[in-house]
């Protein structure tokens, strides 16, 4: 067991017949005495320095591990967004190329059925011609006829008989 500095002031020596001064061993135990406290109130202070020393180093170790499991998981984190992104843009891709071969077959479609409709247009447009222009030439016969040549060599002798026979030629036509 360590001496304390009151083991050290306790201490006494025995006598002999020429032994030390007494007040100068008294004096330099006193100043052991002084030195010793001194030594040991450092000693404990040194000890509670490396005791908070060592705990602040146990927190900063936990820190560090903490971080390093931290960084770890964050890095597993972003890989896992990065696939699940590459295979979400995979996806929307495909679906993208879906649309637009729908959305390209429906336009062929449309295209198909409005050429188809122009020609039929087209068809109805030379039959209306054709019935038109088959409707102006009757019209034109008739305007040739020399029926009208007729009426203008028409005399107007009797009026009652220009009547009736007007009559009966619009019940004709």
Same mark, same amino acid.
């Given at each position: 067991?360590?001496?304390?500095? @009151?083991?050290?002031? %306790?201490?006494?020596? $025995?006598?002999?017949?020429?032994?030390?001064?007494?007040?100068?061993? %008294?004096?330099? /135990?006193?100043?052991?005495?002084?030195?010793?406290?001194?030594?040991?109130?450092?000693?404990?202070?040194?000890?509670?320095?490396?005791?908070?020393?060592?705990?602040? /180093? %146990?927190?900063?170790?936990?820190?560090?591990?903490?971080? %390093?499991? $931290?960084? @770890?998981?964050?890095?597993?984190?972003?890989?896992?967004?990065?696939?699940?992104a590459q295979k979400?843009?995979?996806?929307?891709?495909?679906?993208?190329?879906?649309?637009?071969?729908?959305?390209? $077959?429906?336009? /062929?479609?449309?295209?198909?059925?409005?050429?188809?409709?122009?020609?039929?247009?087209?068809?109805?447009?030379?039959?209306?011609?054709?019935?038109?222009?088959m409707l102006i030439?009757?019209? @034109?016969?008739?305007?040739?006829?020399?029926?009208?040549?007729?009426?203008?060599?028409?005399?107007?002798?009797?009026?009652?008989?220009?009547d009736d026979e007007?009559?009966?030629?619009?019940?004709? $036509?």
């Open positions: 067991m360590p001496l304390t500095p @009151l083991d050290i002031h %306790n201490k006494e020596f $025995s006598r002999g017949f020429r032994g030390y001064d007494e007040d100068e061993v %008294n004096e330099f /135990l006193d100043q052991v005495i002084k030195d010793y406290e001194m030594v040991i109130r450092e000693k404990k202070q040194l000890e509670e320095k490396v005791k908070e020393l060592t705990e602040k /180093l %146990n927190y900063f170790t936990n820190i560090e591990e903490t971080l %390093n499991k $931290s960084i @770890l998981i964050a890095q597993e984190t972003a890989e896992e967004v990065k696939r699940n979400e843009a995979k996806l929307i891709i495909k679906e993208a190329e879906k649309n637009a071969d729908r959305i390209i $077959s429906e336009a /062929l479609a449309k295209t198909r059925k409005i050429a188809m409709e122009v020609e039929e247009l087209k068809r109805q447009a030379k039959v209306f011609r054709n019935r038109f222009k030439e009757a019209q @034109l016969d008739m305007l040739n006829n020399d029926d009208w040549d007729h009426l203008l060599d028409y005399k107007l002798d009797d009026e009652d008989k220009l007007a009559v009966k030629e619009m019940s004709q $036509s």
